[in-house]
């Protein structure tokens, strides 16, 4: 096979047909078509030699050109594509290192084999054009919600064709539970990612993502779409339950009115596509406490108790509510805690009427045995609000005189037992702590009371250089993410109410006392290893 004046404009030919049934660029397939004969060129003329084809994009010619690098005299290694300067002057007129001597060569005749390549070649560089196509085509489209046709099933993953980009996967576990797919369904499905892989672009589909249902809903509810309505959490049980919540930026328009619809007409154009899926709309609120509060209906809430550091919120519902606040296997907490991105516990009113009887009784016998004071007297102080005898010692003595009862004479006398008591205890740890090895270096550190060296000699930490090698959160505290689940990790000073902040502060302190860090210098340094601590909890 001969390129010959008689088929140069086939070539032209055949790359446009190619290009339009591909949907590429047509200089895509010449340009696959120019090295596929520069390959084939090669095997007749010699793999070393570089030899370059240049097809005429008007007349369909291809020209063989055989091409040499200028190069220094002992920088020669292949005399096939390099040349000397001296070797160069019969082609240039002024030849320097770097320069290109170009001659043309006559065609070759393709034999079978050869031909066999130069296709095999072109029809690589096609589909590579292919899917760089579908992939820049469909790269931007992940987020959003693509209509397709069941094309095949395949272990429980559905194969979709989308019309113009190709194939697309809805893996097993992307599904919606009880749906099945036929041959020939039209599905609608939300486009997770698109990843660029040697085998083509790889699209993946899914039914279960929450934003699924909240592009659902931007297509149903139009306020949505012109960003009056607001979705800010989707909490999603796959097929079974689910929870909304919205906020409206217009005080005239209700945005959970406006996702229900005429008799629920948008909603149920949601839940149908859903396969049935129930959804709660819930209004947003800025207010966490009160958010929890909607998020957790049908339930009614007693009482809610927040712990911002700890991401943990304590819900009290009514004895006969607790049941629908939990939901059925935990769904309505569980969708919840989603929705509001905090750990929820849920209990009772007696269960918490019973928590704190418990509390109320041990500091009563605290303050029982502390004090020296009779049952009556110590639930004064408890109702009053003193819950230990830090409290009792060293608060202003106007906050006992309002206690019924007590006159300034017995408010000294009480903050004068509750001294004499802490500071028996301290000597008591103190001692305790002496036994257990703990060296004076660190029973002299400022910020460390006995009851603490206590519990880090039991712990190992007996030295001001073990200290030092601590971090912050095995001091304070902090919480684990393990599987999407958080889990708490207790610190040995956490029980004397020493935060990340006080445990950073004081493990710096050490190492400067220790020379470890310039205080000059350490504060980047010091920022750096509170990231790195961080990054550990």
Excluded at 9 to 32: F, S
Excluded at 217 to 229: A, C, H, R, T, W
Excluded at 231 to 237: E, F, G, P, S
Excluded at 428 to 442: N, P, Y
């Amino acid at each position: 096979m001969a390129i010959t004046s008689a088929n140069q404009l086939e070539l032209l030919q055949t790359a446009e047909a190619v290009a339009r049934e591909k949907m590429i660029d047509p200089g895509l397939v010449v340009e696959a078509m120019e090295e596929s004969l520069a390959r084939a060129a090669k095997s007749r003329y010699g793999a070393e030699m570089d030899i370059r084809v240049k097809i005429d994009r008007k007349t369909g010619r291809a020209s063989f050109t055989r091409v040499r690098t200028v190069v220094a005299d002992d920088a020669v290694e292949n005399y096939q594509a390099e040349l000397t300067v001296a070797q160069a002057k019969p082609y240039l007129a002024n030849p320097a290192i770097g320069d290109l001597v170009i001659e043309e060569v006559p065609p070759v005749d393709l034999g079978r084999i050869a031909a066999q390549s130069a296709k095999q070649v072109i029809l690589q560089k096609v589909r590579e054009a292919e899917r760089d196509r579908q992939y820049e085509q469909f790269k931007d489209r992940a987020g959003t919600i693509v209509n397709g046709v069941v094309k095949r099933e395949e272990f429980g993953n559905v194969m979709v064709e989308i019309q113009g980009v190709g194939e697309a996967i809805l893996r097993r576990n992307e599904k919606i539970g009880r749906e099945s797919h036929k041959l020939g369904d039209r599905i609608r499905a939300y486009v997770k990612d698109v990843r660029r892989e040697a085998r083509g672009p790889q699209i993946f589909l899914s039914r279960t993502a929450p934003e699924f249902m909240a592009a659902l809903f931007k297509m149903e509810v139009p306020e949505i779409y012109d960003g009056v309505i607001e979705i800010k959490a989707v909490a999603r049980d796959p097929g079974s339950r689910a929870k909304i919540a919205v906020i409206s930026y217009d005080n005239s328009i209700d945005p959970v009115g406006a996702c229900v619809g005429m008799r629920g007409s948008r909603v149920q154009a949601v839940v149908n596509e859903l396969q049935g899926e129930k959804i709660d709309i819930i209004p947003w609120n800025q207010d966490m406490p009160t958010f929890l509060v909607n998020a957790l209906q049908p339930a009614e809430v007693s009482k809610v108790v927040l712990d911002d550091e700890a991401e943990r919120i304590e819900v009290v519902v009514p004895d006969e509510q607790l049941s629908l606040a939990i939901g059925r296997r935990g769904q309505n907490v569980r969708l919840a805690s989603q929705l509001t991105g905090l750990n929820i516990d849920i209990m009772t009113e007696s269960q918490e009427s019973e928590r704190r009887q418990k509390e109320f009784e041990g500091r009563t016998r605290l303050f029982m045995d502390a004090l020296d004071v009779d049952e009556f007297f110590a639930q004064l102080l408890v109702s009053e609000g003193f819950t230990n005898l830090e409290e009792v010692a060293y608060v202003d003595i106007d906050e006992l005189l309002v206690i019924d009862g007590v006159d300034e004479g017995t408010a000294t006398e009480l903050q004068a037992r509750a001294r004499d008591n802490l500071e028996a205890q301290a000597k008591a740890a103190l001692d305790r702590a002496r036994e257990l090895g703990v060296e004076d270096s660190l029973i002299e550190f400022e910020g460390l009371t006995p009851q603490m060296l206590v519990v880090l000699a039991e712990d190992g930490v007996r030295t001001l250089e073990e200290f030092a090698t601590c971090a912050d959160w095995e001091l304070a505290g902090g919480w684990t993410t393990v599987n999407g689940e958080r889990h708490k990790d207790e610190g040995l000073l956490e029980k004397f109410e020493v935060d990340l902040s006080e445990a950073q502060t004081m493990i710096m302190t050490a190492r400067v006392m220790l020379g470890w860090v310039d205080p000059t210098e350490g504060q980047d340094d010091d920022a750096d290893e509170i990231e790195e601590d961080d990054a550990e909890v």
